[in-house]
């Protein structure tokens, strides 16, 4: 497991690539992510990564990547669930969710789930009685 801030910023990079799916990330984006974020506890992280990347325009493929492997090395996390919420809403922001972004969203559900799903079985965690 990762420490909490990495975590985090491990959102932002996220919401970050999915705000990007469609080429720009638009000022209602960044608003309603401001407003999303407004009583988060871990907001400043979420919000410093996002930035971040934002400001370096940086290759979303390569920030997907990164932030994926941040949440599998982090494992299955009750997190997750606020996660998608936010990425549901920021991807709504401007003017409803395109298929771009829906695209990335169901892209990240299935790689994060499939991969998680992996490491359970390879550790074998799950039980293989009846």
Known sequence: MINRERLYEAF???IYVVAMADGL?????????????????WAKDIQW????????????SDIYKKALNTFIE???DAAYESLFEILEEVAKASGGMDSEEASTLIDFDVDLRN???KDIEKHDLLS???
Do not use: V
């Open 12 to 14: 932002g990079e996220i």
């Open 25 to 41: 990330i638009q000022p209602e984006e960044t608003k309603a992510l401001e407003d999303i974020l407004q009583n988060h506890e």
């Open 49 to 60: 990564s996002f930035e971040y990347e934002a400001d370096h325009m940086r290759d979303p």
């Open 74 to 76: 982090n494992g299955p």
């Open 115 to 117: 991969q998680l799903i």
């Open 128 to 130: 293989r009685e009846g």
